[in-house]
């Protein structure tokens, strides 16, 4: 019998650890070749690891909660055949001097692993792969590889942020599971660093959330994983960002007259609805070709101008959690293919169908309050974009319209909106343009645009 190393596969380009959620099989369970084995989740998207072979399971490496790299062995299925593809082989070779050419090694512990990954990978299931560094990878990235510690997204971005090396990382004592670094490790060690680094200036006073005390009839839930995430993203984004909002009313009448025209003749003839915001997004990316400082990130004091223009969509979940897909290239998208994008990323996040690159490489987004009768919001920038645009909901207004003939009174779409933006690199006076951009598109608005 042979044994086979089911690894923790790639993700996806950001995607470096997950979450082992549950183990679908136990030690002793019977896999065929594509039963899941486990459920994972990162901190974009949830995920199943199939089995690329047939056999049986006979050990898994971690618990339930535990982050495991990109990489590494998550558990070992025995399979029919000689030979032993488990790097507890190569231990007990090395113990008893008897070590097996370089060659006859490869053919036993790399060969078949590589010729069942790419049937399967060519089948478009996840596989097992075999660890490989990037052609083209950041120095931060590479010294963190380096580390036999993990650190969450957030730990990075913080440290990132503030100039901590992977190596005083390493050296911080962890709070949390297992020994492993928290945020609050890593804020009390800046602190710690501030003081010692300018004793005669006070430093600014930690924040600590105020005791919450319960009363007789409260309900106390543990918040689920994904709220977590979303949790600790939102503090870190108003932790790293100024945020400054600007708003803009926009009327939308020839959209509002298009879209009635169209849409009974649009399902018919694609199966699918069209919603106003394709539309959105559509002006939203044409006025970041015209203002591409919106379209950037923040590395420490430098700007990082994005050529490719991402759009995310915030997309509410049946659970009531929030997930972000990616439209990208959405500048060159015409609109019915702005349209088809949307649909599908909408409708596959609804089911938990999202690929991890669906969600990832976002440059900007935008979110839309008027799904649920907002008139407005003033949303938390996705870091590490410097800008979010939100839509809000359309209502019939009167309003005083310029004719050659004087002022008159008319009833139209009126909606508003709303630019959240980092104030490190956005001004008042760029998010204004921007947003009168947007503004522009969509009240120049064409009643015979065809899609």
């Given at each position: 019998?042979?044994?086979?190393?089911?690894?923790?596969?790639k993700?996806?380009?950001?995607?470096?650890?997950?979450?082992?959620?549950?183990?679908?099989?136990?030690?002793?369970?019977?896999?065929?070749?594509?039963?899941?084995?486990?459920?994972?989740?990162?901190?974009?998207?949830?995920?199943?690891?199939?089995?690329?072979?047939?056999?049986?399971?006979?050990?898994?490496?971690?618990?339930?909660?535990?982050?495991?790299?990109?990489?590494k062995?998550?558990?070992?299925?025995?399979i029919?055949?000689?030979?032993?593809?488990s790097?507890?082989?190569t231990?007990?070779?090395?113990?008893?001097?008897?070590?097996?050419p370089?060659?006859?090694?490869?053919?036993?512990?790399e060969?078949?692993?590589?010729?069942?990954?790419?049937?399967?990978?060519?089948?478009?299931?996840?596989?097992?792969?075999?660890?490989?560094?990037?052609?083209?990878?950041?120095?931060p990235?590479?010294?963190?590889?380096?580390?036999?510690?993990?650190?969450?997204?957030?730990?990075?971005?913080?440290?990132?942020?503030?100039?901590?090396?992977?190596?005083?990382?390493?050296?911080?004592?962890?709070?949390?599971?297992?020994?492993?670094?928290?945020?609050?490790?890593?804020l009390?060690?800046?602190?710690?660093?501030?003081?010692?680094?300018?004793?005669?200036?006070?430093?600014?006073?930690?924040?600590?959330?105020?005791?919450?005390?319960?009363?007789?009839?409260?309900?106390?839930?543990?918040?689920?994983?994904?709220?977590?995430?979303?949790?600790?993203?939102?503090?870190?984004?108003?932790?790293?960002?100024?945020?400054?909002?600007?708003?803009?009313?926009?009327?939308?009448?020839?959209?509002?007259?298009?879209?009635?025209?169209?849409?009974?003749?649009?399902?018919?003839?694609?199966?699918?609805?069209?919603?106003?915001?394709?539309?959105?997004?559509?002006?939203?990316?044409?006025?970041?070709?015209d203002?591409?400082?919106?379209?950037?990130?923040v590395d420490?004091?430098k700007?990082?101008?994005?050529?490719?223009?991402?759009i995310?969509?915030?997309?509410?979940?049946?659970?009531?959690?929030?997930?972000?897909?990616?439209?990208?290239?959405?500048?060159?998208?015409?609109?019915?293919?702005?349209?088809?994008?949307?649909?599908?990323?909408?409708?596959?996040?609804?089911?938990?169908?999202?690929?991890?690159?669906?969600?990832a490489?976002?440059?900007?987004?935008?979110?839309?309050?008027?799904?649920?009768?907002?008139?407005?919001?003033?949303?938390?920038?996705?870091?590490?974009?410097?800008?979010?645009?939100?839509?809000?909901?359309?209502?019939?207004?009167?309003v005083?319209?310029?004719?050659?003939?004087?002022?008159?009174?008319?009833?139209?779409?009126?909606?508003?909106?709303?630019?959240?933006?980092?104030?490190?690199?956005?001004?008042?006076?760029?998010?204004?343009?921007?947003?009168?951009?947007?503004?522009?598109?969509?009240?120049?608005?064409?009643?015979?645009?065809?899609?």
């Amino acid at each position: 019998m042979a044994k086979f190393e089911i690894i923790m596969p790639k993700l996806g380009e950001s995607i470096i650890e997950a979450t082992i959620t549950r183990w679908v099989k136990q030690a002793g369970d019977t896999v065929e070749e594509d039963d899941s084995i486990v459920e994972i989740a990162t901190d974009k998207v949830d995920s199943e690891i199939p089995s690329p072979v047939e056999g049986k399971l006979v050990e898994t490496l971690y618990n339930e909660g535990d982050v495991v790299a990109v990489g590494k062995v998550i558990a070992i299925v025995e399979i029919e055949g000689e030979g032993d593809t488990s790097s507890e082989d190569t231990t007990s070779e090395e113990t008893s001097g008897e070590k097996a050419p370089e060659k006859d090694k490869e053919k036993s512990a790399e060969s078949k692993v590589e010729d069942i990954n790419k049937e399967a990978a060519d089948a478009g299931g996840v596989a097992a792969e075999k660890k490989e560094a990037p052609k083209e990878e950041s120095q931060p990235a590479k010294e963190f590889a380096d580390s036999d510690k993990f650190y969450s997204p957030l730990v990075k971005s913080i440290a990132k942020t503030e100039g901590i090396s992977v190596s005083e990382l390493d050296s911080l004592e962890g709070s949390g599971k297992d020994g492993r670094v928290t945020k609050d490790d890593v804020l009390a060690y800046l602190d710690r660093r501030g003081k010692e680094a300018a004793p005669s200036k006070p430093s600014a006073p930690s924040v600590t959330p105020p005791k919450v005390d319960t009363t007789a009839g409260d309900q106390v839930v543990e918040m689920d994983r994904m709220r977590k995430l979303i949790a600790d993203h939102m503090v870190m984004s108003k932790q790293v960002s100024p945020h400054v909002t600007s708003f803009i009313d926009v009327d939308v009448t020839n959209i509002v007259n298009w879209r009635n025209k169209v849409k009974d003749s649009f399902l018919k003839r694609e199966g699918e609805k069209v919603t106003f915001t394709p539309i959105f997004m559509d002006a939203a990316a044409k006025a970041l070709k015209d203002y591409p400082q919106v379209n950037a990130s923040v590395d420490g004091y430098k700007i990082i101008y994005r050529k490719k223009v991402n759009i995310g969509m915030a997309t509410a979940l049946p659970d009531g959690n929030l997930i972000v897909p990616v439209v990208k290239n959405a500048d060159e998208k015409s609109l019915l293919g702005m349209v088809k994008a949307v649909n599908d990323l909408a409708a596959r996040a609804r089911n938990n169908k999202l690929d991890p690159d669906d969600i990832a490489g976002a440059t900007f987004t935008t979110t839309n309050f008027g799904s649920f009768d907002s008139l407005t919001g003033t949303p938390i920038i996705n870091q590490p974009q410097v800008a979010i645009m939100g839509i809000g909901a359309i209502r019939k207004k009167p309003v005083v319209l310029e004719t050659p003939q004087g002022d008159v009174i008319a009833i139209r779409h009126i909606m508003i909106l709303s630019l959240a933006y980092d104030h490190r690199i956005v001004d008042g006076a760029l998010g204004g343009m921007y947003l009168k951009r947007v503004k522009e598109l969509l009240e120049s608005f064409s009643e015979d645009t065809h899609i």
